[in-house]
């Protein structure tokens, strides 16, 4: 027992003595959105689609408002603004972005 005492405090003081990893600080990221943005590479996006897309750029509480016809359009907040945006179903562009008073 007395030989693993003053192994035991070596080894207390080296973890002391390390450095702590202390994580990095958050630091917000901005995704911009403009038009003529690219969605996905080109290809045809589904009203669904359009809404999880937006979501996954920084927007929360996307609604559709009128998924016919070739403009999906949707509105959505990001950070304390709302937005209306206007995405073209057969390539996935941003066909047009707003920001809308309360």
Do not use: H
Not at 15 to 39: D, K, R, S
Not at 59 to 80: E, K, P, S, T
């Amino acid at each position: 027992m007395r030989n693993k005492i003053p192994t035991i405090l070596a080894f207390v003081v080296c973890l002391l003595a390390m450095p702590l990893a202390f994580p990095a600080p958050a630091q917000a990221v901005t995704i911009n959105i403009n038009i003529g943005t690219n969605l996905n590479n080109g290809r045809p996006i589904t009203c669904r689609e359009g809404e999880w897309r937006l979501r996954n750029r920084g927007f929360r509480d996307v609604r559709r408002v009128d998924c016919r016809g070739r403009i999906f359009l949707y509105r959505a907040w990001r950070g304390n603004q709302r937005f209306e945006i206007a995405l073209n179903s057969r390539d996935g562009r941003v066909s047009d972005v707003r920001r809308i008073r309360r």
